[in-house]
């Protein structure tokens, strides 16, 4: 009698390298769908896939453990800015777990929003000059991850292209002509 016994003792391949995401549109967070992380089992096939980190600082320090069954659909939702360690943990259906450490680096790549008043008449005072401040030109800009600085420039006109500043000059010379600030 000859007893030939067959086993998976390997767990999944997962092939998933570190991940740069970009922040959403309107706030400065990430809501990562991972679909396909490259996990393959050569045997019995993947049961169940999780990634796991800490938010908000180190576990240590009161930092929150995060579980995400992403085997059921679900996502990670609101990883904030920054560079986060996750744990992706895979389990093939002979209950043999591979897991591989990854980084996920969110970044602000949104460029900020600048909204303008586009309809300005500047007069200018019994000196001839005027200056027109960034703030009285904006109408709202915004960014999704922080405080917007507010600068303008001429770009012609007598003066010609002034530096980006918190105001721009106007002179004499600027009567009856159309200066185009931005």
Known sequence: VQLIKIEDSIGPDVAQGNIIVGTANYECSADIDIDDLGISDNCSGVKSVSLSYIEAGSYINGGTLVIVNISEGESVQDLPLGTHNVTIIAKDSCLNITEKDITITVVDDTPPIAICDDELHVSLGGDGEAWLFATSVDEGSYDNCGDVTLEVRRTDGC?????????????CCDVDEFVTVE
């Open 159 to 171: 003066l010609g292209t002034t530096p980006w500043a918190d105001q721009v000059p106007f002179e």
